[in-house]
């Protein structure tokens, strides 16, 4: 039998008829009556044991062969291309096994089916050399905490257990329960086997130890089931023949303390007894039982269909078992007897605790796996899944003794990440590598740019470099614990986003854990503690409890790279700057102007393209910059022409996983990439691979020809077919798979693709292959067909411009792109007459033709980067494959043949389609007349033949005439209106709600029956739009009209003047108020104040009296416009006023980092949220989401994590600044976001505890409507509040000259401003009006009973431009009966519950020294769970006094662990001592106070080797200070604003985007110091003399202490901290100042170039200033 089939060894004859029909199966067209018969008489003949059953099929039977659908059970069926001639097999079993795509008929299974005493004849194994399924990968999504205890004697004792559990109940707070409230997400324990236990309860086994093997088995909770299930272990192992079945014991449990959704789900748990012959132990033990649990799986999923499911082993081992569950941590030592038990001993527990956003229970998910245990996300798992599908045949060991094909697949999509990393990392190991070099390949470190591993363990840089020919990285936020039963250790990710600690006491126990205090005995234990620290980005440690040796990642890094010698390996390989051509740019033209013009036109390019896009990067270097979001129609909804990447939507980061910052965390990416086959990773050796190296996928033309020339074989294959037939392009494809895969057979290593011809050679019947069409489809044909790994794909293409397009080849799988028209094009552009007059005037920059190629090639490598990130990326080579995108109008057809386990909902265009479109560019390099220049298509610029765009000139016009804008009399306005409302009625499809309409069986109604417009418009919002991006006449414009008519208005990010708070009383005759004096149109009772208040990423202007003044706080998680990224404010917009909002400097450019320093995952957001309810808890918490698919799962983690309401807003949102890509080709439609949001919120039992907003491009009346029934509460918007208000849609906000002062802080446009408060209440009244008459007229008499209607929605019958296939059955699914919208909307705000801030609250003096500016003193203790302490009384001192007002003291001493957040949100006169020590977060958002932390008296380690606060402090501090004896971990003061610090030294990224405050470090520090950093100063200690290597010097300066001012400052500081820590470091520097303090290196950024503390220059003016001053006086 082919290896290929994985079957399970029986008969000679029953694998034969099993293999025939599996591949009858796989293969077979569909078929005629004829060809059926002669199939099946030609397998009797070539199976013997056919002959009878299959030589003479009925004509009944033949006749029914049909073919059925891919699209799985339950969705509808549509005509597919295969049969399923198969006997007994039930459509459930199909389902089990992930190929639902096929059905049987009861005659062909009569025709086939075996006698009553065969077994089925065809069972339906996993399939391997498949592609795996998006949609099934986003069903899971998960985070957790996690931790180890490991005694390095290997001595066994209960202690490690009941620790164990004691420290899983201390992190219950990072996982989450499903809706019952008591059903854990997952709690669970990895420990040695308890032999003890074992042998105490089944002293009738003799059990021996080196040779049997224990599961720990999930089965069905049905008699019948389980038995089966028990007898598939029995004869697998029986069929084996080298094990034998030997016992079972039902493990105890107390299902008592099982939650009601998790026990409808809740398995009969048993320990099943495997021992093997004689002489089997050891290694060669493990991969018996890893086989026979192997073929378990694949023999359940055979023949027990769905039930499958819930058989499931989770540990079969004879080192370790594991016990977990769908518990809380408190409950899994009560569940599980055993764990209770004295005689249940260990020398290691790992444990774990789940947060999943899928409130499903399934009880297999939660954790540890076999092998680890794993917090955090894997971004690129549908790309690492695809390449393990692709060479997992060809991983062979001699280990395994030809067995490999006995365990394939190695990974399921139907696994979580978690899942499939232990599955995989689970098989090296077994395969003999060792379990830490598994972590390294599989998750290496970032390796380059590092100081400190050049200068420690500088060996490793071959090791990683070798293995990235073999294996692409699993990337993404992980902390990993693992054990292979000898070894026990902890990896982190390459960029530290999770949380670990470690320590270890004088007992040789190892203490690892995501927080410190889970034991609650710091103090007690501190004597005990002879090391503590955390692991760093891509660190690692380990505890070998064979040889009792623990290690550090320095010296497990050098052990692993220097047992192989991998520089020498790598000499066979070649880097392509080695070749010779890389810094070869062309120096002239290759085709003339009238040439370049025709093939650009054939390969779609408009004048947008060439002029905005290429023209523009290769000028800056840089991708261009836009505005005002994408208001253009779907590419499947246009009438016009697109490109195909056009159809694709980026993937980002969202909440589950957190986005990279790729400006000022860069250094751990990388656009390095391979070409040439892979070896076999399980068989490293010499002779593993030869390659070229490649710094950047983006190839010069140059560059491509040398690497044709470099001595690894390869194929360049045309693109170019014939025309003239519907299927055209179809058998196009479908021969250049053949052709390739015959090439790679054949041995080709580098398969080149291309669409290039000379201009004069251009043929009308000849069009290419889209590029991208071509790729996907070559990709994975190899895959299917075992080769993927054997060749790679470089394509030579015109059809690639802009960084989209280039992700989107390289996602599906293209390893070099040489975008050859796009290189010719800047050329053009530069060598063209025009561009020289350009350049004599002054108009643009300078550069050669050689230039203009390298800003392109550079703009496009940063763009890649930038798209990386946003998904949470590092590494070029892992994005690759990993199709991380989902699309929006391609047909199945489409996606099966090239993009296969990609999203895509909405069906759409066929090959032919497909085939159409792209000839109708090709035709337009054939003009009449010659061009003069390219169409302008007007995708991004509105043009008046262009692209229709929503936003137009006409429709505000319309708008503003409706609301009487400026004020002016509306006494038509009604009918102005309704002419507004035709204009959109008219208009042609832009997105998908056009394609919708609402239909009722109810009678229409009065509308005097509808309930009111006031009613109505308290549902409506408007969108964050920060003060900055727009003008303060704008923005307060549009909070006093919400305030008015009840709604609510949002802040943006970059906080809120407090005078915006006060209702106006002063308004004169005129409407004009002295408060607000810019502002007209005002009435008595007005507030400008914004009751949403937006907490961003940059935490600009978010300051404890900030928030307690809101009435909602919103969490920016994503927007519209850009999701994955960041705010960004040109530093022109940045005047005096704004900077001061946001605690920055004027003029400096403020471009935020992507939302990941406090959400790295969703238990992350979590705390987030549970510090904001704490620091105002009158507010309710929202949390902003942008749709994509997957945002169902992802909104149920958010609900579940407290948010009071759910924000989803579509891609369609507006910007007042953001890269073109962005803005175009990132996130999905609002209606998909919202309907999944909606149904899956319903079906999680979830949907009452939030309140759903939708916004993004709601323009009138029926938009709301539609989104209403949808699943919307509330209905936001933002584009059309500003027009309403004014705005004629310039589209200039980018650029600071909006010519009536909307998006402009210029103050002689901002004199222009038109609008009135009253002009935005007028268009909400009208919106409002027209939901009643579309209630009425749906006989319906509130919101309220529209609210999440889907079934009344329906698709249009409307003929588009493209395609008839439109399917939106997704969003008009209807999820189900839910409460009453206003109720959802009425409820109280969600609350944190009892917490430690309260029992302070509560004492009398407290609220006395709050009311009276007086004094409290305070000592106690604290826990890791007490977390966000101090926030709640920060904030009641903020709601009185103001971030600074309070003039009193509240002073506390604590002792024990702080929980994380600890101090945040102080504010001035709190002063705080932690005796002990505290975990991430501290003094989040402090804008006052002190917070003092110093470890136990009795513990006795140096503090600056000693970690003693964790990740991410002050983040986002306006003020205070922070002294730490100890060290800090990564992110040290990032967005730091006014606070001042002392710490003992750092991890990475210290002083990250800090604008303000102090930072002093008297230790060593992390590597990327002061990224981003653009104001206060920073004072380094450097001992080693090493520091400068390890800062990022992009933007600050760095120089000795040179001034007077400046000495002063740091000494004053540490003089500080040494008073309130009693720091030895700092006592010692000033004891020898004189000389110590020139060990100090000053961080200085040009905005405080000129202050005295760091310019000599202003030191000397601002003394003479005084002296002046004094002389004066």
Request: hydrophobic share 40%; charged share 20%; net charge negative.
């Amino acid at each position: 039998v082919p290896s290929t089939h994985g079957f399970q060894p029986r008969s000679l004859a029953a694998r034969a008829r099993s293999a025939f029909l599996k591949s009858w199966v796989r293969n077979a067209p569909v078929m005629d009556a004829h060809t059926v018969q002669s199939t099946l008489q030609n397998a009797s003949t070539c199976i013997p044991s056919f002959s009878t059953r299959l030589s003479q099929p009925s004509q009944k039977t033949v006749s029914r062969f049909v073919p059925v659908s891919r699209r799985g059970v339950g969705s509808q069926c549509k005509q597919g291309t295969h049969v399923l001639p198969v006997g007994t097999l039930s459509r459930s079993v199909a389902a089990a096994a992930g190929h639902a795509e096929f059905a049987a008929l009861d005659e062909i299974a009569g025709a086939i089916a075996p006698t009553a005493a065969e077994e089925p004849v065809v069972k339906q194994y996993p399939r391997v050399n498949q592609a795996h399924d998006l949609n099934q990968i986003l069903e899971e999504r998960d985070a957790c905490g996690v931790g180890f205890i490991a005694n390095l004697r290997n001595e066994r004792n209960h202690t490690i257990v009941e620790k164990a559990l004691l420290a899983l109940g201390c992190m219950e707070h990072r996982g989450a329960c499903s809706a019952d409230g008591v059903s854990g997400d997952g709690a669970g324990i990895m420990t040695a086997v308890p032999w003890g236990l074992y042998k105490q309860e089944l002293p009738h086994l003799d059990l021996h130890e080196k040779t049997t093997g224990v599961g720990m088995l999930f089965l069905p909770n049905d008699d019948k089931l389980a038995a089966q299930a028990k007898q598939i272990v029995e004869d697998v192992v029986k069929a084996e023949g080298r094990c034998t079945v030997v016992g079972w014991r039902d493990v105890p449990v107390d299902h008592s303390v099982v939650g009601k959704m998790a026990k409808a789900t809740e398995p009969r748990i048993v320990n099943v007894f495997i021992e093997a012959k004689e002489g089997t132990e050891g290694d060669e033990l493990e991969r018996e039982l890893f086989i026979v649990r192997k073929l378990i799986e694949k023999e359940k999923a055979a023949t027990m269909g769905a039930d499958a499911n819930d058989f499931y082993v989770a540990s079969l081992s004879d080192k370790t078992i594991v016990y977990k569950g769908m518990l809380m941590s408190s409950a899994l030592g009560e569940y599980y007897k055993d764990l209770q038990n004295e005689a249940f001993t260990t020398p290691f527990a790992i444990y774990h605790r789940r947060y999943s956003t899928n409130t499903n229970p399934k009880w297999p998910l939660a954790q540890p796996m076999r092998f680890l245990g794993h917090n955090g996300e894997i971004n690129t798992l549908q790309g690492n899944l695809n390449w393990v599908a692709s060479r997992e045949h060809r991983l062979t060991h001699p280990v395994w003794k030809n067995r490999e094909s006995d365990f394939l697949p190695l990974t399921s999509a139907a696994g979580s990440d978690s899942a499939n990393l232990d599955a995989f990392a689970e098989f090296l190991v077994k395969s003999g590598m060792p379990a830490e070099q598994s972590l390294m390949v599989l998750v290496p470190e970032a390796y380059r740019n590092h100081p400190d591993l050049v200068k420690k363990y500088n060996e490793v840089v071959d090791f990683y470099e070798f293995y990235e020919g073999l294996q692409e990285g699993w990337d993404g936020p992980a902390l990993l614990v693992f054990s292979d039963g000898d070894k026990i250790g902890a990896r982190l990710d390459r960029n530290g986003l999770r949380p670990a600690r470690f320590w270890r006491t004088n007992d040789d126990v190892i203490y690892v854990a995501s927080e410190v205090g889970v034991l609650g005995d710091v103090l007690d234990s501190a004597k005990n503690i002879v090391a503590k620290g955390r692991l760093g980005p891509g660190q690692m440690v380990m505890a070998d409890l064979v040889t009792g040796e623990f290690n550090e990642n320095t010296a497990i890094a050098k052990n692993i790279a220097t047992q192989a010698p991998y520089k020498e390996w790598m000499k066979r390989s070649t880097r392509l700057e080695d070749l010779g051509a890389s810094k070869a740019f062309l120096q002239e033209c290759m085709l003339s102007p009238q040439d370049a013009l025709k093939l650009q036109a054939a390969n779609g390019l408009g004048l947008e393209d060439t002029q905005m896009i290429v023209e523009g990067m290769a000028m800056q270097g840089a991708e261009p910059t836009y505005c005002m979001g994408d208001d253009v129609p779907l590419p499947v909804l246009s009438s016009r022409p697109h490109p195909l990447a056009d159809y694709f939507k980026q993937r980002f980061a969202q909440v589950t996983n957190p986005p990279i910052d790729p400006l000022r965390e860069g250094l751990v990416m990388s656009l390095e990439m391979r070409l040439g086959k892979r070896g076999n990773l399980l068989t490293a050796g010499p002779d593993s691979y030869a390659q070229i190296l490649l710094k950047s996928p983006v190839l010069l033309e140059e560059e491509l020809k040398a690497i044709t020339g470099a001595g690894l074989a390869n194929t360049t294959f045309s693109l170019h077919y014939q025309s003239g037939s519907p299927d055209a392009l179809k058998h196009a494809l479908q021969k250049l798979c053949t052709d390739v895969e015959e090439a790679v057979k054949n041995g080709c290593e580098i398969v080149i693709i291309s669409d290039r011809v000379e201009g004069s050679e251009m043929k009308i019947d000849s069009p290419p292959i889209p590029t991208l069409l071509a790729v996907g489809a070559l990709h994975h044909h190899l895959i299917r067909t075992g080769l993927r790994t054997e060749t790679s794909i470089v394509a030579d293409t015109a059809q690639c411009v802009s960084t989209h397009q280039l992700c989107t080849l390289i996602g599906y799988g293209v390893h070099a792109v040489c975008p050859y028209l796009a290189f010719e094009t800047a050329r053009q552009w530069r060598s063209a007459p025009r561009t020289e007059a350009l350049i004599k005037s002054g108009k643009v920059p300078d550069v050669t033709i050689v230039d203009a190629q390298k800003n392109y090639k550079k703009a496009l490598e940063k763009g890649v980067l930038k798209i990386l990130s946003k998904m949470g990326i590092s590494l070029l080579s892992c994005y690759h494959g990993a199709q991380i995108f989902e699309i929006y109008g391609l047909g199945k057809e489409v996606v099966d043949a090239a993009f296969f386990g990609s999203v895509s909902r909405v069906g759409g265009l066929t090959m032919a389609d497909v085939q159409r479109e792209a000839e109708s560019f090709w035709v337009k390099g054939f003009p009449e007349k010659e061009y003069k220049k390219l169409e302008d298509y007007g995708f991004i610029q509105s043009r008046p033949k262009g692209e229709f765009h929503v936003n137009n000139q006409q429709m505000s016009k319309l708008l503003h005439k409706a609301v009487g804008l400026g004020g002016k009399d509306v006494e038509n306005g009604k009918e102005a209106y309704q002419a507004y409302e035709q204009h959109f009625r008219d208009s042609p499809p832009a997105v998908l709600r056009d394609c919708l309409e609402l239909k009722s069986d109810l009678d229409p109604i009065s509308i005097d029956e509808v309930e009111s417009a006031g009613d109505i418009m308290t549902r409506f919002c408007t969108g964050g739009m920060s003060l900055g991006a727009i003008s303060r006449e704008t923005h307060e414009t549009i909070a006093i009209a919400m305030n008015r008519i009840g709604g609510k208005s949002n802040s943006g990010e970059g906080g809120e003047d407090p005078i915006r708070w006060i209702n106006l009383q002063d308004i004169d005759e005129n409407g004009v108020s002295e408060s607000l004096p810019h502002l007209k149109g005002l009435v008595t009772g007005d507030t400008a104040t914004s009751r949403i208040k937006q907490v961003a990423s940059g935490r600009f202007g978010v300051t404890p009296e900030f928030l307690v003044n809101a009435d909602q706080l919103e969490i920016k998680i994503a927007q519209g416009a850009k999701p994955g990224e960041g705010g960004q404010l040109p530093g022109k917009k940045v005047s005096p006023y704004i900077a001061n909002l946001r605690r920055s400097k004027p003029g400096v450019p403020l471009i935020s980092p992507p939302p990941h320093h406090d959400i790295y995952s969703i238990e992350d957001l979590a705390q987030l949220i549970f510090d904001l309810h704490q620091v105002a808890p009158q507010s309710q918490v929202s949390v902003k989401l942008v749709a994509q698919a997957g945002i169902g799962t992802v909104a149920s983690g958010v609900a579940k994590a407290n948010a009071d309401v759910i924000q989803v807003s579509g891609h369609d949102g507006g910007t007042g600044a953001s890269p073109v890509s962005s803005i175009k080709h990132c996130g999905g439609p609002i209606e998909m976001g919202l309907a999944d949001v909606h149904q899956t919120l319903t079906a999680n039992q979830l949907r009452e505890n939030v309140v759903l907003r939708v916004d993004g491009g709601m323009r009138s009346g029926r938009d709301v409507l539609v989104a209403a029934a949808l699943g919307g509460d509330e209905f936001g918007f933002g584009t059309v509040a500003m027009i309403a208000t004014g705005c004629i849609m310039a589209r200039v906000c980018h650029t600071n000259n909006c010519p009536v002062g909307v998006a402009s802080q210029r103050e002689e446009l901002r004199a222009r401003f038109p609008g009135t408060p009253g002009d935005l209440v007028n268009y909400f009244h009208f919106v409002a009006e027209e939901v009643r008459a579309g209630l009425a007229a749906l006989g319906l008499r509130s919101l309220d009973e529209l609210v999440g209607r889907a079934d009344l929605l329906k698709q249009r019958d409307m003929k588009l431009a493209k395609t008839s296939a439109l399917d939106l059955s997704f969003v008009t699914t209807y999820a189900g009966a839910t409460g009453k919208s206003s109720d959802r909307r009425n409820q109280s705000v969600h609350s944190n519950g009892p917490m430690w801030d309260d029992e302070i609250l509560a004492k009398s003096e407290v609220t006395e020294a709050i009311a009276n500016s007086g004094t409290f003193k305070h000592e106690g203790y604290i826990t890791n769970v007490q977390r966000s302490a101090f926030g709640r009384l920060g904030g009641a001192v903020a709601r009185q006094w103001g971030d600074r007002g309070f003039a009193g003291s509240l002073d506390f001493v604590v002792k024990g662990s702080g929980g994380q957040s600890f101090g945040c949100f102080l504010v001035n006169g709190m002063n705080v001592k932690l005796i002990g020590e505290a975990n991430d977060y501290v003094g989040k958002g402090m804008a006052g106070g002190d917070i003092t932390i110093v470890p136990p008296p009795d513990q006795n380690i140096d503090a600056t080797k000693s970690s003693l606060v964790g990740n991410t402090c002050l983040y986002g501090a306006t003020g205070g200070r922070l002294f730490v004896n100890g060290r800090g971990g990564e992110r040290f003061a990032v967005r730091n604003s006014m606070a001042d610090t002392v710490v003992e030294g750092v991890g990475d990224h210290c002083c990250e985007y800090m604008t303000g405050g102090t930072v002093v470090c008297l230790g060593t520090a992390g590597r990327n110091v002061a990224a981003g950093m653009t104001g206060g100063l920073g004072y380094f200690y450097d001992e080693e003399g090493d520091f400068t290597d390890k800062v990022n010097a992009e933007i600050v300066r760095i120089q000795r202490v040179c001034t007077s001012a400046g000495e002063a400052q740091l000494k004053n500081l540490i003089s500080d901290h040494v008073e309130r820590t009693g720091s030895q470091r700092g006592q010692a520097i000033l004891d020898d100042w004189a000389n110590e303090v020139n060990k100090f290196w000053q961080l200085v950024p040009p905005s405080e170039a000129g202050t005295p503390e760091a310019s000599k220059d202003a030191e000397s003016r601002a003394t003479a200033k005084a002296e002046k001053v004094a002389q004066a006086a």
